[in-house]
């Protein structure tokens, strides 16, 4: 069992910045793959960004690259998601996310969920 716990979400401008962190526990929680997905009100959960277990590889949404950055911290089992340039359209309820499977974009993929935090922007 791997057990996730987001936190940093919060109400922020449009072209503001938030960093959500997703704090991992659990068994051999740094060898799993972890994600970023995205709920936004009346609409179905996206795909937002995925880093390996070793951080040398990173796969984002089109609707976020260049601006979200995902990272890893094995040592503190913690996951990052930097968001800079918010846009009102960003604002989701953000789910961390840990998995095996190999197709990486599909929430399929990952077996262990956080609990979620809100991020707001405003315009």
């Known amino acids: 069992q791997v057990q996730l716990v987001e936190s940093g979400g919060g109400l922020v401008q449009a072209g503001g910045s938030l960093r959500l962190s997703c704090a991992a526990s659990?068994?051999?929680?740094?060898?799993?793959?972890m994600a970023w997905f995205r709920q936004a009100p009346g609409k179905e959960r996206e795909f937002v960004a995925t880093i390996n277990w070793s951080g040398g590889r990173t796969y984002y949404a089109d609707s976020v690259k260049g601006r979200f950055s995902i990272s890893r911290d094995n040592a503190k089992n913690t996951v990052y998601l930097q968001m800079n340039s918010l846009k009102p359209e960003d604002t989701a309820v953000y789910y961390c996310a840990a998995g095996l499977g190999w197709q990486i974009y599909s929430g399929e993929s990952y077996a262990y969920w956080g609990q979620g935090t809100q991020v707001t922007v405003s315009s």
């Open positions: 659990g068994r051999t929680s740094s060898s799993y793959r």
